[in-house]
């Protein structure tokens, strides 16, 4: 079974640095730029690992990971940003992120 990563970042970017990285070790990797995207994109595509940008147009990271526990409580989310406080990875840990970075 191959291993399979979201990369959810509105920044190409980041978007397209993330999928090089993890497709050079042999994961399968779906991208995309949205929260709404990436809750259409998951039933489908079942990833492993959802990396999570938090700040995003629209709908934020932090909605997305609200609405992607309800989708699947076991989702593995890793939230990822360059900005934000203290109460942002807190937060993220308390509506069910397995980390922050």
């Known amino acids: 079974m191959s291993r399979r990563v ?3 970042d509105d920044e ?3 978007r397209e640095a993330l999928t090089q990285l993890l497709e ?3 994961i399968e990797v779906r991208a995309c730029a949205s929260g709404s995207e990436a809750l259409s994109l998951y039933p489908e595509f079942r990833p492993h690992l959802v990396l999570l940008d ?3 147009q629209g709908m934020d990271g932090l909605e997305t990971l609200r609405k992607l526990r309800e989708l699947d ?3 593995q ?8 406080t203290i109460q ?4 993220a ?6 980390d922050f970075l």
Do not use: F, W
């Open 88 to 91: 942002t990875p807190v937060e």
């Open 6 to 8: 979201l990369v959810v």
């Open 93 to 98: 840990t308390q509506l069910g992120a397995y």
């Open 12 to 14: 190409k970017g980041i």
């Open 73 to 75: 409580p076991r989702a």
């Open 54 to 56: 938090v700040k995003m």
């Open 77 to 84: 989310v890793v939230m990822i940003s360059g900005h934000g």
């Open 24 to 26: 050079y070790e042999d």
